[in-house]
């Protein structure tokens, strides 16, 4: 059982989490082993075992931490309650998935090499994609001006939602890769107007 969390206690395990992230960055999830992020933080494994019960325990506090970050940097670039009526909305929610999944890219690929072997990380995965398209369902809607969601609505969600996250999967540049801040806007305008191709009938 890992130990209560204090202040000095909530540094080390912030330390290992992003260890743990510099490390996955490199080689991936899979292949991270405790040892590693150890090292990487220069912290011995009885330090590990205070904070975390295994390797996948510190990864769902790093998925929790992106979770959060996602949603509050939608919210904030969104402005609040928000809906999606024009090219400007999309591409302001565009903006907040790239630039929550290039800061949290390494989180992302952890995340997605854990559904592929573990039931409880696919759930994970799927329930935040649900969330999503419940989010992007109501989206669609209004940019169709449609009374309910209906099934095709749905699905047109969760192929926008598919289409941004794997979008972002390929495109947001590794952790050793410098990227443009052009070549950023140039990744959401292209995304931006092939969604606003689609629900708003131009773009």
């Known amino acids: ?63 929790d931490d992106f979770a959060a970050a996602l949603r509050e940097r939608v919210t904030e670039q969104a402005g609040g309650p928000h809906a999606l009526d024009g090219v400007e909305d999309i591409r302001g929610h565009v903006r907040a998935y790239w630039d929550t999944y290039r800061a949290h890219r390494a989180e992302m690929t952890a995340l997605y090499e854990a559904s592929l072997v573990s039931a409880e990380f696919a759930t994970h995965w799927e329930d935040m994609r649900a ?32 289409m941004i996250e794997r979008f972002c999967q390929l495109a947001t540049p590794a952790e050793s890769e410098a990227a443009s801040e052009e070549e950023g806007d140039a990744a959401v305008e292209a995304l931006t107007r092939l969604l606003a191709h689609g629900l708003l009938r131009h773009g």
Do not use: C, N
């Open 131 to 162: 969330r999503h398209v419940d989010i992007w369902t109501a989206h669609v809607t209004e940019a169709r001006a449609l009374a309910t969601p209906d099934r095709d609505t749905r699905l047109t969600a969760l192929a926008a939602v598919a």
């Open 1 to 63: 059982m890992p130990a209560p969390v204090t202040s000095k206690g909530e540094r080390s395990a912030a330390e290992l989490k992003a260890a743990a992230l510099r490390v996955i960055a490199r080689q991936g999830y899979l292949s991270t082993k405790i040892g590693d992020i150890t090292a990487e933080a220069g912290k011995s494994a009885g330090v590990f075992y205070r904070y975390f019960t295994d390797k996948d325990d510190l990864l769902r506090s790093v998925v």
